[in-house]
């Protein structure tokens, strides 16, 4: 009788212990999975207002940056990548993401909208 019983204790154990390895593995799936989703949930639509080639910044009316927690508003922004004002004039609608780099709000990614 004892035989059966710790047979079936080391049983549930080996299961329980299978069933925690692998929520592990799984879990990372989810975690690239969101991290894949990142840009695209932070984007929100932005009007441009003004661009300043010369200052390397862009002027947007923009919904709510939750990332930052910014309510919406018309601001000014720094660009990733100054060739991105070349692409862009007054009246543009866009989708953008936008993040604090080292103090400065900056456009990190951004597409027109059509």
Known sequence: M???????FIAIAV???????AA????????????????????????????DKDAGK????HGP???????AMTMVFRVKEASWLDQMKTGDKIMF???????T???THFVPVK
């Open 65 to 71: 940056l939750e990332s930052l927690n910014m309510p």
């Open 58 to 61: 862009l002027t947007l009316s």
């Open 15 to 21: 299961a329980g212990s299978a069933s925690v390895m």
């Open 24 to 51: 592990n593995d799984h879990a990372g799936h989810t975690m690239v999975a969101q991290a894949g989703n990142t840009a695209s949930s932070k984007m929100v639509d932005g009007l441009v207002k003004k661009v």
């Open 105 to 107: 709000i900056t456009v």
């Open 2 to 8: 004892k035989t059966i019983a710790s047979t079936f």
């Open 97 to 103: 993401v936008a993040e604090s780099i080292n103090g």
